[in-house]
């Protein structure tokens, strides 16, 4: 069992900046960010594999970033020129090497106001 904790959400005026973290009991392969605003369904923001490759949803490009440090086992994410629009609450996802098992965090909220 892997327990993530994340951190770092609140309120922000837009064109501000957060850092939300991720901390894993476990080593992981795969450290993903979801969001979900109230009516929609989660979406993937961003993805770090191990092996340094990254994804990001188009919304977040240029604008967000992930890293991770390995030997703490956390993610972040970087946010950037924050938007009403990325307000939602912020899930943290992890897998394991070997699992398709998706573990996730509780969520934290974020709110960008106009």
């Known amino acids: 069992q892997v327990q993530l904790v994340e951190s770092g959400g609140r309120l922000v005026q837009a064109g501000g900046s957060l850092r939300l973290s991720c901390a894993a009991s476990a080593s992981i392969f795969s450290f993903s960010w979801y969001r979900q605003a109230p009516g929609t369904q989660r979406e993937l923001v961003a993805r770090?594999?191990?092996?340094?490759?990254?994804y990001y949803a188009d919304s977040v490009k240029g604008r967000f970033t992930i890293s991770r440090d390995n030997a703490k086992n956390t993610v972040y994410l970087q946010m950037n020129s924050l938007k009403p629009e990325d307000t939602a609450v912020y899930y943290c996802?992890?897998?394991?090497?070997?699992?398709?098992?998706?573990?996730w965090g509780q969520g934290t909220q974020v709110t960008v106001s106009s």
């Open positions: 770090s594999v191990t092996d340094g490759r990254t």
């Open positions: 996802a992890a897998e394991r090497l070997y699992s398709a098992y998706v573990y």
